[in-house]
């Protein structure tokens, strides 16, 4: 299969198509920008017509007036194609969750990785402490590139390739443009404050939950909410991995995106 790679320049957003094939988005998360998913893109383009976006606010995308879920779907709706498969890690995967519940005719299937629907710990539901999103919020307000440094070493605690992890990501984002201000404290404000469990109990497409199973920001333990809430989705568990298992375990990554894709 041929691949094909397009730069397109559209307005207030920069995204990168390369491949053939069914339509695959890919959205990054918090604090990083398309290029994390480098060690991935190569074999999934051989499949698919693969889509990497940049967030509002990041890697040199103009920033958003207002930092809400609506503002940035509507800016990626605007872009991407009419329908495709929406693949979102971390934040990108509450992103990519509220546009398969708010905008269904646009997702085939959705496929979130280490992507909670709640990111804040709740009664009956684990996650990051109140106080620890505070004071990341607090050290992006003071020190940003400080904060941002430690955030990208916890991606990859708990891996079993933990340094080797570190190292990769840090290389991957040592020549992006940095992230406004304005897009990671928005970001961040919505990984505090979003909750949507019930929106996914909604969905009607079928849904993949990929998880690190040492992952320190998105519990696993959550697993069975999961299926309590929609019994069409599928869980599995990267044994090695923490929160970014395209960067553990890519091989095995990928094989368990394109087996899911391609049912």
Known sequence: MSIEQNIAMTGPLTY???????????????????????????????????????LPGFA???????????????????????KAVWCGWSLGGLIATY??????????????VCAALKFVEAASWQGVKKEVFSAFKLGVTKQPQKTLN????LLAMGSETVKTDITTIKQLMSDQI?????????????????????EFSQLTMPSLSLLGEHDNL?????????????????????QQSSHAPFISEPILFNQVLISFIDA
């Not at 546009?99 to 979130?112: G, S």
């Not at 430690?150 to 070493?153: A, G, K």
């Open 99 to 112: 546009i398969a519940h708010h905008y269904p005719e646009r997702v085939d299937k959705l496929i979130q």
């Open 218 to 238: 998105v519990s696993v333990a959550n697993k069975t909410k999961l299926s309590e809430l929609s019994p069409m989705n599928q869980q599995v568990i990267l």
């Open 150 to 153: 430690r955030f990208l070493s």
């Open 178 to 198: 940095e992230a406004k201000p304005s897009a990671l404290l928005g970001g961040l404000i919505l990984l505090d404050e979003v909750d949507l469990r019930d």
């Open 16 to 54: 990168q198509t390369i491949g053939t094939g069914q339509d695959l988005v890919l959205i990054h998360g918090w604090g990083v920008s398309s290029a994390i998913w480098e060690p991935v893109v190569k074999q999934l383009s051989e499949h698919y017509c693969v889509h990497l976006v940049n």
């Open 60 to 82: 040199g995308e103009p920033e958003l007036e207002t930092y809400s879920l609506e503002n940035v779907a509507e800016t990626l709706l605007a872009y991407l194609p009419e």
